[in-house]
Structures are given as structure tokens and as C-alpha cells.
């Protein structure tokens, strides 16, 4: 479908990208963090023709990945201890992590928030509605996540140039306008439910509203039938093209860059897809897999255009949206931390939680980190994907250049840098080390021979290879996805 597309268009996709950019580009998709140098190595040395899908499938069963993709949805279910307290966050970001583990199917992940009662303590998802906290909240946050709708504005007027009305606002509102949330008797212990009584009116024309479900109407429900039931039930049926349109889009985009609708929480029809062909087929392969999220994980990255390189061709120079070629992207701030702290041998210790926590993997922002949130780690006080940012800022290459984060880790007396020259190491063999670690890769003759020019003229050797280092965090093949 991409290159039906592609051919159209009359540009010419990339070659392949390396094996070295491969492994490089899985591991911090799949995992969210680096390939060390000893898996670099045994996969550059693999000369078996299958070996690319045979590491994607390892991935996939790795624990890593379960924790980092949980992460990708705290980010839109707003896991903070601010909207959650601390022991709602830890147990909800639990249950995410366990329902990547166990590879739960979407349409069932979904139901499970949406139709969640009980303690927010004892039944995780139940926090679903405590982050929406009220009618508004809920209905938009649902339309934003699960229908990549952005409907605040419907509220107040009918759109002119979109399908969306205040009727359809309202209507949505009758959905969750029965949630009660009520206090617990624990300290920060919410109990969710339905009422059977709660009517929403619509301001502008007075009618009551009945439950309303998109392309389906106004729908009766009974009294002692909960309303949210009834929208998950249509909400998650196979035929359903919005939920799986939505989400096929959102995991393309977590590993291409960009989405096929792009934001990726803005499907409109003044907004369409730059490949309806493409979208309707993974969607509908989506579908057809029982909303196996893995499984269509696994099949983006084994397709050519993921596996494409990131370096343009003279006719697809331009091509920011058709995926001609890979679009590089800027590294999350919580892979970056990561990625410095495993160079350099140097862990970050994020408060209340165990030595060792990956910053890939943590519950919640780590909120007293100037340089996570340099780089762009949001404060979840939104569902909106924008909240965390996609470019590059002046302040990011400040925190680089003289940032006590990377200073601290580069000139740390137990860091790996210390530990290869104890360990008898030569400045090419650290050179090496250092490319490897950090880029996958042997670095190139001349920059081994500008890594022995500078070594050669410093008086210190330990703060030159520091400075080696220093410079290969700088590089925009270190910082971003390519």
C-alpha cells in the first residue's frame, strides 16, 4: 500500500537501512532502550537471512517493552499521584504493564476502563474515571483516545466544516453523565459506579438527550443498564472502523514518527490520511488478528518501509509525510536518560522507587528532573499526544553542552569509562567501545583518527575521552531515531 502510494507520486523509496541502524532502531522502538555492545555485536556477526524478524519476535517477549509501551499510555491516561495519588498511579501503571505482558487485546483493554467499577485501590482501571473526572472530562478524553476526535469545540457550536455537532457533544455526554464517583475510606480511595438517574440537556435547544453512539444514532437504554456498557460494547465491535483506525494509526506512529493521520489524535475529514489504503489495511488486519496489538507491532517493523533508511534520495528529498524514506525523529527524554546512563554505566535513582528503575519504565513524571523535563517529559495534565513535544529546543542543546547530567555521569570515578581504562583498555579499543554503545556502530577511520588527535594533545587522558564521549552524546545520531 506504501509504495502503490510511493509510485503514484513518482518518488523513489530508500534502499534498506544498515544492520547497524536496524538494530540500533528495533531496540529503542520495541524496548525503548539501546542494544548493548554485546547484542550489537552477535547481531552484526549473524549472517542468517532471517535474523532481522527473529530479533523483532525476541523483542516483542521482552519485559522491557511491556514497561515502556505501558509508558506511551500513561502518558494519555494522565498516571500522576496529582490526579491518582501515589498508590492509584502505582497500581494502574501495574495493571498496564501487566496488560502489555500478557498481550491483552485492545477491544478488551479498552473495556475494561470504560465499564470500570469498584476501588480505584482494588480495580486499577477504575482510575480511568477518576483522571476524567467529570462528565466533560470523560466524554472528551474517551473521544480523544479512542476515537481521535478532539470534540471541545462541538460543545459550544456546530462545526462548519466538520461532522461533529453539539447534539453529538451532548448525546456523547448522556454516556458518562451517570458515573458517580464517591470517597472510599481509605485516604485517596475513589469507588466508581453507575446511577440509574442523571439526564443531560443540551443548552442551546433544551431537549434531553439520549445516549449517542457515532454512526449509529440516538440509542434507548434501559434504566438499570449501564450507558457506558452499551458505548464500549459499539465502541469495541470488529466492524467498528474508528477503534481500530485510531489505534493502528497510534502504533504506526510510535515507531515511524509521524502518523498516517498526523496528529494522531485528530482524525477529521478536513484532516485525512496521507494513505487511506494503507490505514484501511492495517486496521482491518488489526481487526481481523483479534485486536492483537503485538501482532501488528510486529508487522510494521518487518515491513520495507520501517526497515527503510533514513538517508533521502535525490526524488524523495522532500517527502515529510508519504514515508519514501525513514523520518528521523528526536529520541523521548526518558530514552535519552536511559541511553546516557547505559554508555556511561552511570544509573539515574528516581526517588520512592528501586535502584535500577529505567527511566523508560517509571510510573509517573519524574517531575524534580531538569533534564527530563528539558527534554520534553510531559506533566500528563492532558490526553492530548501534543503535550509531549516533537522538536527540538534551544534549551536542549544548552542542557547538553553544560549540563550537569551528563557531566556528573561523565566524570564519575566508578562509570564505565573509568572502569574500561582500569581494565587496561587502549584509547582505540575505548573509542570503540564508545561508538558502539552509543551509535551500534565502529566508528569511521577519520573519526578514529580525530579521536587519536585529540587524545595525543591533551595533557589528561581521562578528561580527553571524556570529551570523546561528550561529543557522541552531541551528535544528532545519538539523539534521535534515524
Known amino acids: 500500500k506504501v509504495y502503490l502510494k510511493l509510485q503514484e507520486m513518482q518518488l523513489l523509496p530508500s534502499g534498506l537501512c544498515s544492520d547497524s541502524e536496524f538494530i540500533r532502531r528495533v531496540h529503542l522502538d520495541v524496548l525503548g532502550r539501546l542494544p548493548t555492545t554485546a547484542e550489537t555485536q552477535a547481531f552484526l556477526a549473524d549472517k542468517a537471512k532471517g535474523k532481522r524478524a527473529a530479533l523483532i519476535d525476541h523483542l516483542l517477549r521482552r519485559p522491557e517493552h511491556a514497561a515502556f509501551w505501558a509508558q506511551k499510555w500513561g502518558d494519555l491516561l494522565r498516571l500522576t499521584p496529582a490526579q491518582l495519588t501515589a498508590a492509584g498511579t502505582h497500581k494502574f501503571h501495574r495493571w498496564l504493564v501487566s496488560a502489555f505482558e500478557q498481550n491483552l487485546p485492545y477491544d478488551r483493554f479498552a473495556h475494561a476502563m470504560l465499564t470500570a467499577n469498584g476501588s480505584t485501590f482494588a480495580h486499577p482501571p477504575a482510575n480511568y474515571f477518576r483522571t476524567a473526572k467529570d462528565t466533560t472530562d470523560a466524554l472528551e478524553t474517551t473521544a480523544q483516545i479512542f476515537l481521535g476526535s478532539r470534540l471541545a469545540c462541538a460543545k459550544c457550536h456546530n462545526h462548519p466544516y466538520e461532522r461533529w455537532t453539539q447534539d453529538n457533544y451532548y448525546g456523547l455526554a448522556a454516556v458518562f453523565n451517570r458515573v458517580e464517583r464517591k470517597a472510599g475510606t481509605r485516604p485517596g480511595e475513589l469507588f466508581i459506579s453507575s446511577r440509574g438517574t442523571g439526564e443531560v440537556t443540551q443548552p442551546r435547544t433544551g431537549q434531553r438527550m439520549d445516549p449517542w453512539l457515532p454512526g449509529q444514532g440516538s440509542v434507548k437504554v434501559g434504566v438499570r443498564t449501564d450507558r457506558r456498557r452499551v458505548f464500549a460494547d459499539w465502541l469495541t465491535r470488529h466492524d467498528n472502523r474508528w477503534f481500530a483506525r485510531v489505534e493502528a494509526n497510534r502504533i504506526w506512529a510510535a515507531v515511524m514518527g509521524r502518523g498516517i493521520v498526523e496528529p494522531v489524535d485528530d482524525f477529521r475529514d478536513s484532516n485525512p490520511p496521507v494513505n487511506a489504503p494503507l490505514l484501511d489495511a492495517l486496521a ?199
Open 284 to 482: 482491518t488486519e488489526f481487526a481481523k488478528s483479534g485486536f492483537d496489538r503485538r501482532a501488528l507491532l510486529r508487522q510494521i517493523l518487518n515491513s520495507r518501509t520501517y526497515q527503510a533508511s533514513a538517508q533521502p534520495t535525490d526524488a524523495n528529498r522532500g517527502d515529510e509525510m508519504f514515508f519514501s524514506h525513514y523520518r528521523p525523529h528526536l529520541l523521548s527524554a526518558e530514552q535519552i536518560v536511559d541511553a546516557v546512563c547505559q554508555v556511561t554505566g552511570v544509573p539515574e535513582n528516581f526517588a520512592g522507587l528501586p535502584a535500577g528503575t529505567r527511566a523508560t519504565a517509571l510510573p509517573s513524571p519524574a517531575l524534580n528532573s531538569a533534564f527530563l523535563k528539558t527534554f520534553g517529559q510531559p506533566a500528563r495534565s492532558t490526553a492530548c499526544a501534543c503535550e509531549r513535544p516533537a522538536e527540538p529546543r534551544l534549551a536542549q542543546a544548552l542542557e547538553l553542552l553544560n549540563g550537569k547530567f551528563l557531566h556528573d555521569r561523565l566524570k564519575h570515578k566508578n562509570g564505565q569509562l573509568a572502569k574500561w581504562m582500569a581494565g587496561g583498555k587502549t584509547d582505540d579499543e575505548i573509542v570503540a567501545e564508545i561508538y558502539l554503545s552509543a551509535l551500534a556502530r565502529q566508528p569511521s577511520k577519520a573519526e578514529r583518527q580525530l579521536a587519536r588527535q585529540h587524545i595525543a594533545q591533551s595533557k589528561d587522558r581521562t578528561a580527553a575521552l571524556a570529551d570523546l564521549c561528550w561529543s557522541v552524546f552531541n551528535l544528532n545520531e545519538f539523539l534521535f531515531q534515524h
